[in-house]
């Protein structure tokens, strides 16, 4: 990585001088550089950042046929996150994961993918009219986690789908655990295909020798950062890191231009920018400082009674363990997670990023500061003393089978069951069809988030397990995103 040029912020740069420069504004968008801004969000974000809020000019660049400031700002990404080529992304990974699947599958072809893949992955196989062949994650039953994908389930899938385009794998997990992105590298490659990684959660990868390996020097061919989501990116703001030839780059870009909004936010493209110059000149110094506060706050939340830190298992699915990523288990203090990030949030003042059945998991980056630490401590200590159950909290046996719902051989593809004809049944409709040994299918995508892992996608059987899992986590506190009725009285089924 060349230090010196780097150091340069060529997008950043290129939008401020056009910022500060005067003229009659005669383009898009309707604010006229903040002049057409309601009093009120003035007031909230200034009226600086309305200047900088400025359209494709031609001192700008093109998104989608770089030749300027973005094309050299993309080349400078690259080089800092050892990628041969590199996209910036305005419409978050979740455009980048379809993309990813766009280009390199097409209508009834193959892609091996775990089942707790992130819903954009879904709809990236509604577009593409790929065939999902699902693997299960490897799951650890104790702590209700499902982790990521062996290289043996990957083996043993391409052995019998030896004519599937490519492999798709999340790394890391929203909890922080790495797979081996090496050992299934290998393996995709021995069969001439690429591996597309969605690294939604692992931009800072490359910037700490004490940080899992990135999915690009393990041997990814293609992976998807939010640099948004532990960088210094606007929220939103993503890349696409290409090597080698196993991606069509053509095809690729066209992928993205249908994908992405044809009028980019230049505040999402300069972000990209700045966070990339941030990373490749203070990132092993910032990331180390992130470091020391994560590990600060896993010694003392370990130390409290009733609470317990997510460390690595070692195992297949389970090689590394991004220590940034906290994922506290609250069930010793006879809590559910959803209940204990309530009295985090709204009487403690400390916000999780995912509370889940058993867990809260929290984001420690570059942000971060000593002060942030110490006050998750106390809550947590506060939340110890003072809400603690007389019994530790036993989520329901059902509900522990995490991914016992999980249909593993859609009966229609997740294209054909988005586009046929449905029908609106009442729950208890779907459960008498399955006891006369029909088998309605799903139209929709259905799934707690966060995460964002469906438990039920367009083209699988509804089975009674996914529903009684749908159920208790509203039960328990939690919500459902993606169906048409958020409170599963009904759901949308494929027309019979």
């Known amino acids: 990585m ?78 800092a996150f050892s990628a041969d080529c590199t996209w910036f992304l305005v419409n978050g990974s979740t455009c980048g994961v379809m993309a990813a699947i766009l280009a390199t599958c097409s209508l009834g ?52 789908h030896p004519d599937a385009k490519a492999v798709m794998m999340v790394y890391p997990t929203y909890y922080g655990a790495c797979g081996d992105v090496e050992a299934i590298a290998e393996i995709a490659h021995a069969h001439n295909i ?17 940080l899992p390996l990135s999915a690009l020097s393990a041997g990814a061919d293609l992976t998807v950062q939010s640099t948004h989501k532990v960088l210094g990116a606007l929220t939103q703001a993503s890349m696409l890191h290409i090597q080698g030839d196993r991606i069509n780059r053509e095809r690729l870009s066209k992928a993205l231009q249908l994908l992405q909004s044809t009028s980019p936010s230049y505040l999402l493209l300069a972000s990209l920018d700045a966070a990339r110059q941030q990373m490749a000149l203070q990132g092993e110094l910032l990331m180390t400082k992130a470091l020391q506060l994560a590990e600060k706050a896993r010694t003392q939340i370990s130390q409290i009674s009733g609470l317990s830190v997510l460390e690595c298992a070692n195992t297949p699915g389970f090689v590394a363990l991004d220590s940034t990523r906290l994922t506290v288990n609250v069930s010793g203090l006879g ?83 988005f586009f046929a004809a449905t029908e609106t049944w009442l729950i208890q409709q779907v459960r008498d069809a399955y006891k006369q040994n029909k088998q309605p299918i799903s139209a929709e995508i259905i799934c707690p988030y966060p995460p964002g892992i469906p438990i039920l996608t367009p083209g699988e059987v509804i089975t009674p397990a996914a529903l009684d899992s749908l159920e208790q986590i509203l039960a328990l506190g939690g919500s459902i995103t993606g169906c048409s009725d958020p409170d599963l009285k009904t759901l949308k089924v494929v027309k019979y």
């Open 335 to 417: 809590l559910t997670g959803f209940a204990a990030d309530e009295i985090l949030h709204q009487q403690l003042g400390v916000t999780a990023e995912l509370p889940s059945l058993q867990h809260l998991t929290f984001i420690i980056s570059l942000g971060n500061t000593p002060s942030d630490i110490t006050q998750l401590v106390k809550a947590f200590a506060v939340l110890a003393e003072d809400y603690r159950s007389p019994q530790p909290f036993l989520p329901p046996t059902s509900y522990r089978l995490l991914l016992s719902p999980y249909s593993l051989a859609p009966s229609l593809s997740p294209r054909d069951a």
């Open 2 to 79: 060349n230090q010196a040029l780097q150091a340069r912020t060529p997008l950043l740069d290129a939008l401020q001088e056009c910022a500060q420069k005067p003229h009659a504004p005669f383009y898009t968008p309707g604010h006229k550089r903040g002049q057409g801004i309601s009093q009120p969000l003035a007031s909230l974000l200034g009226t600086s950042v309305f200047r900088a809020d400025l359209p494709e000019l031609p001192d700008l660049d093109n998104l989608f046929a770089p030749q300027g400031v973005i094309q050299e700002a993309q080349q400078l990404a690259a080089d």
């Open 194 to 210: 690429p591996l597309l990684v969605d690294e939604a959660h692992g931009a800072h990868f490359a910037f700490h020798p004490d």
């Open 109 to 160: 072809e193959k892609i091996i993918l775990p089942r707790n893949v992130h819903q954009s992955a879904m709809q990236g196989l509604i577009l593409s009219g790929a065939i999902p062949i699902f693997i299960n994650p490897e799951y650890d039953r104790v702590l209700d986690l499902a982790h990521s994908l062996t290289p043996a389930a990957v083996a043993a899938a391409l052995k019998q």
